[in-house]
């Protein structure tokens, strides 16, 4: 049975989130796209918001949680596959 790395994929999912929350935060602050979910996700992550350093903050914000959720879904998944 494969078991998944939890460092490995919490870190790919952590880069995942990261890269989508920080180009969410910079197409609204371009081009106005998104505004009402990077408005929404601006409740949950304090500094995040449509902006080039917003977009930074939402960014890290993105790649710690995604990191987090990444690493205990490897750990439920090596659970139940043992």
């Known amino acids: 049975m494969v078991r998944l790395s939890l460092f490995r994929f919490g870190t790919a999912f952590g880069i995942a ?6 180009l969410a ?4 602050w371009l ?11 601006s409740t949950l992550f304090r500094g995040y918001g449509a902006g080039p350093f917003a977009a ?4 890290v914000w993105g790649a710690a949680t995604g990191f987090v959720f990444g ?5 439920i998944y090596n659970r139940l596959a043992a």
């Open 31 to 41: 081009t106005g796209l998104g505004v009402p979910f990077v408005t929404i996700l």
């Open 71 to 75: 690493a205990a879904m490897a750990w």
């Open 17 to 22: 989130l990261g890269s989508a929350l920080a």
């Open 25 to 28: 935060g910079a197409l609204a």
């Open 56 to 59: 930074v903050v939402g960014g």
